[in-house]
């Protein structure tokens, strides 16, 4: 057997487990640890430098690490620590951290970035090559920032100032935005001199099923993630008294409140939810 390599930090990784797990490695012995000492502004660093935004995670993360706790495997009736939750422990009980973030450099480096797209993959590239001196541009057909985040999870889930706090402190840093602009050509953006362009559009569209009378159905018929962004831009006001969603899955979960909030507004609390796996 060769002997183990404590020069390659995965080994690390793999002795935590719930840091393993975890998509972004981060250090979760270490937070936790620093939220029971009542550290919360350590906590919320550490945290802010693996997952960049962690009062969003704390609130929405699906969570792997926790299936992998060891806690949870001590014995009948014991469960896992709520790791995910204790990232919103740190994020909403944290100081104003503004000193604590990277420096930005006055002189610049003397390249230019486009970052197409303004949701957590353009911004996590922002928030990186900030510090380092580049000029960044970003581009969003959105309003602000914060891409699906924004979106498609509702502030009952996801408050507005909680989103806009951890999307500032990027943008503050400098990024110069170009948000309610699409880009419609690519060769236009290349044509602008860049020295690189990323593309961080994402995946914004559900899927949707091939069922008998879908087209009958018409206007009727939503898919999760194009519902969730009319209720959040307001393009839909209303909805009738009975509403099906089909899927058991966090996100049509969270589908279904919309409409339940949408039907109060309308005609009382009427709204039928029932799901099929």
């Given at each position: 057997?060769?002997?183990?390599?404590?020069?390659?930090?995965?080994?690390?990784?793999?002795?935590?487990?719930?840091?393993?797990a975890?998509?972004?490695?981060?250090?979760?012995?270490?937070?936790?640890?620093?939220i029971?000492?009542?550290?919360?502004?350590?906590?919320?660093?550490?945290?802010?430098?693996?997952?960049?935004f962690?009062?969003?995670?704390?609130?929405?993360?699906d969570?792997?690490?926790?299936p992998?706790?060891r806690?949870?495997?001590?014995?009948?009736?014991?469960?896992?620590?709520?790791?995910?939750?204790?990232?919103?422990?740190?994020?909403?009980n944290?100081?104003d951290?503004?000193?604590?973030?990277?420096?930005?450099?006055?002189?610049?480096?003397?390249?230019r970035?486009?970052?197409?797209?303004a949701?957590?993959?353009?911004?996590?590239?922002?928030?990186?090559?900030?510090?380092?001196?580049?000029?960044?541009?970003?581009?969003?057909?959105?309003?602000?920032?914060?891409?699906?985040?924004?979106?498609?999870?509702?502030?009952?889930?996801?408050?507005v100032?909680?989103?806009?706090?951890?999307?500032?402190?990027?943008?503050?840093?400098?990024?110069?935005?170009?948000?309610?602009?699409?880009?419609?050509?690519?060769k236009?953006?290349?044509?602008?001199?860049y020295?690189a362009?990323?593309?961080?559009?994402?995946?914004?569209?559900?899927?949707?099923?091939?069922?008998?009378?879908?087209?009958e159905?018409g206007?009727r018929?939503?898919v999760?993630?194009?519902?969730?962004?009319?209720?959040a831009?307001?393009?839909?006001?209303?909805?009738?008294k009975?509403?099906?969603?089909?899927?058991?899955?966090?996100?049509?979960?969270?589908?279904?409140?919309?409409?339940?909030?949408l039907?109060?507004?309308t005609?009382?609390?009427?709204?039928?939810?029932?799901?099929?796996?």
């Open positions: 057997m060769n002997p183990t390599d404590i020069k390659n930090p995965e080994y690390f990784h793999k002795v935590v487990d719930c840091q393993y975890c998509p972004a490695h981060t250090p979760v012995p270490e937070y936790i640890r620093l029971a000492a009542q550290r919360y502004d350590d906590a919320y660093m550490v945290n802010w430098e693996s997952n960049v962690p009062g969003v995670l704390g609130r929405t993360c969570r792997p690490c926790e992998a706790c806690r949870g495997r001590l014995g009948k009736g014991e469960e896992p620590v709520a790791i995910c939750r204790l990232k919103r422990v740190a994020a909403d944290k100081s951290i503004s000193a604590r973030l990277p420096q930005i450099p006055a002189r610049k480096n003397g390249k970035i486009a970052l197409i797209g949701g957590p993959a353009s911004l996590t590239v922002a928030r990186d090559l900030m510090p380092l001196g580049y000029h960044i541009d970003v581009y969003d057909n959105q309003f602000a920032g914060g891409g699906m985040m924004r979106s498609q999870i509702p502030a009952f889930r996801l408050p100032q909680v989103l806009d706090e951890e999307v500032g402190y990027i943008l503050d840093m400098g990024v110069i935005t170009h948000f309610d602009t699409e880009i419609t050509s690519l236009a953006v290349l044509e602008q001199d020295d362009v990323f593309v961080g559009t994402g995946a914004p569209r559900g899927k949707g099923l091939d069922l008998p009378g879908l087209e159905a206007k018929v939503h999760g993630i194009d519902w969730l962004a009319s209720v831009f307001e393009h839909t006001e209303s909805i009738g009975r509403v099906l969603v089909l899927g058991a899955a966090t996100p049509r979960w969270i589908a279904a409140v919309p409409p339940a909030v039907a109060a507004r005609c009382g609390w009427s709204c039928a939810v029932r799901s099929r796996t």
